[in-house]
């Protein structure tokens, strides 16, 4: 690891569970990761303590992997407990769902039962939009608005494919099912297409392979204490095989 120090400069903007800085390369930016947990697009909220350091350590195993398969992310090192170097990306405002079994809206929307097996993932857009509550759209429909072109959504999912297969095989090797999973996009500066935002127990699914036990946010949806949020949480740390050094 890099022992070079990254100088915090000034906030661009915060979110719901995180805050970024600007850094003194122009082209890379701190993320920095809160406590703070949501539900319902905000509604629902509480602190849970330490949750930040959890989801910035599981991220960081999780993009490493992924940079390690090839797949370009934005994430480029681990500063500190709480913080990440990343490079700086224009983000589309879209939330991209993939689904390997039937859950959450999904399971709503279409009345089926949570658990059925997607044999085809279903990939799902999602508008970021706090006044429209981010209403699930179709490709014509971020194109209309603009956001992003057909041959870009084309690539998205070719990188979400590959996203996939390779979480769900590392995770299924570690007995834990990759329900589904939000991914969100950005282009760098050379206008390549990077992963970026974060990959935790706050954007997936995770089910237990044996007991179904569920590892993820949906313990705070179902209005679980937070010590029981943060056992599965670290539970999902412990099965990843992190070590505190990462
Ligand atoms: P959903 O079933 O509520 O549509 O969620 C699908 C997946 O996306 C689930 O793993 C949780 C994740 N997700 C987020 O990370 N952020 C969000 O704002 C939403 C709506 C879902």
């Avoid at 979110?15 to 319902?40: A, C, M, Q, R």
């Avoid at 350590?57 to 390690?68: K, M, P, Q, V």
């Avoid at 997936?204 to 036990?213: F, I, N, S, V």
Wanted: proline share 2%; hydrophobic share 35%; glycine share 4%.
């Amino acid at each position: 690891m890099s022992l070079k120090k990254t100088i915090k400069k000034n906030i661009l903007l915060e979110g719901k569970t995180k805050k970024v800085y600007s850094s003194e390369n122009p082209f890379e930016v701190i993320i920095h990761y809160k406590d703070d947990i949501t539900s319902l697009n905000g509604l629902k909220r509480n602190v849970i303590p330490d949750k930040g350091i959890l989801n910035n350590e599981i991220t960081t195993f999780i993009f490493n992997l992924l940079n390690n398969s090839g797949i370009k992310t934005h994430f480029i090192r681990k500063i500190n407990n709480r913080e990440q170097l990343c490079h700086k990306v224009n983000i589309y405002p879209l939330e991209f769902v993939v689904r390997n079994i039937v859950s959450g809206s999904l399971s709503k929307r279409l009345g089926m039962k949570e658990g059925m097996r997607i044999s085809n993932p279903i990939f799902e857009i999602f508008y970021k939009n706090d006044n429209l509550k981010d209403p699930l759209i179709n490709d014509h429909h971020a194109v209309f608005l603009q956001i992003i072109s057909y041959k870009e959504l084309s690539d998205i999912y070719k990188i979400i494919s590959n996203i996939n297969n390779v979480l769900k095989k590392y995770l299924f090797d570690k007995n834990i099912i990759l329900v589904d999973f939000k991914m969100e996009f950005g282009k760098d500066k050379k206008n390549q297409i990077l992963l970026s935002d974060e990959i935790s127990p706050d954007t997936c699914r995770l089910w237990d392979k044996k007991t179904m036990k569920k590892l993820d946010k949906d313990q705070f949806r179902m209005g679980f204490k937070e010590e029981k949020i943060m056992d599965v949480y670290m539970e999902v740390l412990k099965r990843l095989n992190i070590s505190s050094s990462n």
